[in-house]
């Protein structure tokens, strides 16, 4: 069982910046990919970025492409999503999550394994 901590969420007005950690408990991310999701009431989860920390690929969503980063620190054992340029449509709960470095779709919800209990981010216009 690995345990996911988030933290760094909050309100920001639009143009501003946050950074989202997240740490694993008793468990190291090595042998998985490391996803953000984001949601916003009656919608799924959408994949907002991942990095394999085999070899530190990342995939981002089209919508967030030029003003998220994720990254990792491998001597915390952490994950960070830096977002920049913030917009009001990026207002919602991210969650961090583990998954299969390779195979599924990476993109899905279904396709991780241990979540963590979510960060708001409100973005004010």
């Known amino acids: 069982q690995v345990q996911l901590v988030e933290s760094g969420g909050g309100l920001v007005q639009a143009g501003g910046s946050l950074r989202l950690s997240c740490a694993a408990s008793?468990?190291?991310?090595?042998?998985?990919?490391v996803a953000w999701f984001r949601q916003t009431p009656g919608k799924e989860r959408e994949l907002v970025a991942r990095?394999?920390?085999?070899?530190?690929?990342?995939y981002y969503a089209d919508s967030v492409k030029e003003r998220f980063t994720i990254s990792r620190d491998n001597a915390k054992n952490a994950v960070y999503l830096q977002l920049n340029s913030l917009k009001p449509e990026d207002t919602a709960v991210y969650y961090c999550?583990?998954?299969?470095?390779?195979?599924?779709?990476?993109?899905?919800?279904?396709?991780?394994?241990?979540w963590g209990q979510g960060t708001q981010v409100t973005v004010s216009s």
């Open positions: 999550a583990v998954g299969p470095q390779y195979g599924g779709t990476h993109t899905s919800p279904h396709n991780y394994y241990y």
């Open positions: 008793d468990q190291t991310f090595t042998t998985y990919a």
């Open positions: 990095i394999r920390w085999s070899d530190g690929s990342t």
